[in-house]
């Protein structure tokens, strides 16, 4: 039995339909069973509740588990609200943590861990987070992957979705960050799904750590493009400077709901690279190229 923590989520919604496609026997950690119910239309997905911030929760989730694949990650991401725990250290690392433990004493022997690309023991908090929850899993003593995405889309991402949402309705699109010049590497969230099933089967996967991007290498304002021409759309990129975008962060983290803050702006303007050559040549995938990935779900819309 697999446990996918986060299964509810981006990433682990891809991950889910790719255990399903290969038959595996697998459930969803949630906090909240009764209102994941509808998440997946037309699959059977068993449910265990539990939160990984909470210890007490996990036991009676994890038992029979063989291998748990951690991917959760804190709502609305990244902009954290301390005040409610949703921080990279609470849910990524104190909760990778939290996790880690719980899966030994349960028997467990396999643990594949959605990280990111750049985590590390210093620089920006989310990367020092991530790099603690990769050295949590790192020294369990269970088999392990790690892998390291740069930037996922797909159907349901946050980041390039928003970007389409403001092109629906507005003849130009904000383009934030240093003109759009930060390198991009996306890769297609079923690939992730993919390359995150393998590793539980495949012996080459055993203790190693992947960086898994994409194909190719973009600045960002050439996958708004690349996005908007799939989507049939022709809109203006207009620039929206870091500095800009920091004094408005400013102003809007002390506004309810937290809409953005100066941390998530350097965040989201940071550049995001994760060469998959290693984890292609040792598992056997083949990274889907971007323009192909998004003719999967972007209709020509007008
Ligand atoms: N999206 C990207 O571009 C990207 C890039 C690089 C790395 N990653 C990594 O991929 C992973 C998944 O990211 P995502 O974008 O798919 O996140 P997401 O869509 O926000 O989903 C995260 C899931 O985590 C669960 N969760 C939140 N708090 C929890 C808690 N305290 N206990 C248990 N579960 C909790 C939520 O499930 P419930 O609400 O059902 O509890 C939610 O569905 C993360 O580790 C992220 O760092 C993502």
Not at 192 to 205: I, K
Not at 219 to 240: F, H, I, N
């Amino acid at each position: 039995m697999i446990l996918v923590a986060g299964g509810t989520g981006f990433v682990g919604g891809g991950i889910v339909r790719e255990l399903a496609l290969r038959g595996k026997q697998f459930a969803v950690l949630t906090r909240n069973a009764a209102r994941s119910a509808d998440r997946f239309p037309g699959l059977v997905v068993q449910y265990r509740e539990g939160d990984v911030c909470d210890p007490s929760s996990l036991a009676t989730a994890i038992a029979g588990v063989d291998a748990v694949i951690g991917c959760q990650q804190f709502p609305n991401s990244p902009i954290e609200n301390p005040k409610k725990g949703h921080t990279f250290d609470e849910v990524d690392a104190r909760g990778t943590e939290n996790l880690v433990i719980a899966a030994k004493a349960a028997g467990a022997k396999q643990y594949v861990y959605l990280s990111a690309a750049g985590a590390a023991p210093e620089g920006y908090h989310w990367f020092r987070a991530k790099w603690r929850a990769e050295q949590a899993v790192r020294n369990s003593g269970l088999t392990y992957t790690i892998l390291r995405p740069p930037w996922v889309y797909g159907p349901e991402d946050r980041a390039l979705n928003r970007f389409l949402a403001m092109s629906r309705f507005q003849p130009f699109v904000p383009l934030i960050g240093a003109v759009g010049k930060q390198m991009m590497q996306p890769v297609f969230v079923d690939d992730v799904g993919r390359a995150t099933a393998e590793c539980l089967d495949n012996p080459a996967a055993a203790n190693q750590t992947f960086e898994i991007g994409g194909p190719g290498v973009f600045a960002m304002s050439d996958v708004v493009k690349t996005a908007l021409q799939v989507a049939g759309r022709r809109r203006l990129l207009l620039p929206a400077p870091t500095f800009v975008m920091k004094a408005l962060a400013s102003v809007l983290q002390f506004m309810p709901g937290r809409p953005l803050t100066p941390d998530a702006v350097d965040f989201i303007t940071m550049g995001a690279l994760g060469d998959p050559t290693e984890i292609s040549e040792k598992l056997g995938l083949t990274p889907t190229p971007l323009r192909e990935g998004l003719a999967t779900y972007l209709a020509k819309s007008d």
